[in-house]
């Protein structure tokens, strides 16, 4: 056991999305969340598939969007405290697999759950509405909480 032995990475967040067992991981827990909506008796088909869009796109945004700081002592200076998990991964460039994963996987979920709600005016609104929620934060112009021209300066996130 290796105890007292610094990490070779800056910043170990910028390593743990890029694991493809993490990438298993959340496939599995965003099925899982689906079969314990399905198993609400109430629930009709297309509400547990907008619920199902609607709880992971929210999840995602909070996680990955509004919370800053790094769970690991980094010898960045403080630098990694001021960026969101989204901006720390791969330190910041765009369009890496990654990236593409977690952009891909809501606009996946987002056609599964349209379709299943047989698109829906109600559920298609909503279903957009979270998509659109979810996929903004991620674009590169509001890298460090500039979206629209508005910078960001309280203690939460765009990504």
């Known amino acids: 056991m290796n105890v007292w032995v610094a990490h070779s990475e800056v910043n170990p967040n910028i390593q743990v999305m890029n694991s493809q067992r993490i990438w ?10 689906h079969v314990v909506l399905l198993s609400i008796f ?8 907008t619920l199902t869009n609607v709880i992971h796109n929210l999840a995602m945004y909070v996680f990955l969007h509004t919370m800053k700081e790094t769970p690991f002592e980094t010898p960045d ?23 593409k994963f977690l952009s891909i996987s809501p ?5 599964l759950a349209s379709f299943y709600a047989k698109y829906d005016a109600v559920h298609f609104l909503i279903n957009t509405a979270s998509l659109l929620g979810v996929l903004l934060p991620k674009l590169s112009q509001s890298h460090g909480g500039c979206l629209f021209g508005i910078k960001n300066t309280e203690g939460w996130g765009w990504g």
């Open 107 to 111: 606009i996946v979920l987002y056609l």
């Open 77 to 99: 200076q403080g630098k990694a405290q001021l960026l969101t998990h989204w901006e720390q991964m791969d330190y910041g460039i765009q369009f890496i697999s990654s990236h």
């Open 42 to 49: 109430f629930f009709s088909i297309p509400v547990v598939w």
């Open 24 to 33: 298993l991981a959340y496939i599995i827990l965003a099925g899982l969340l």
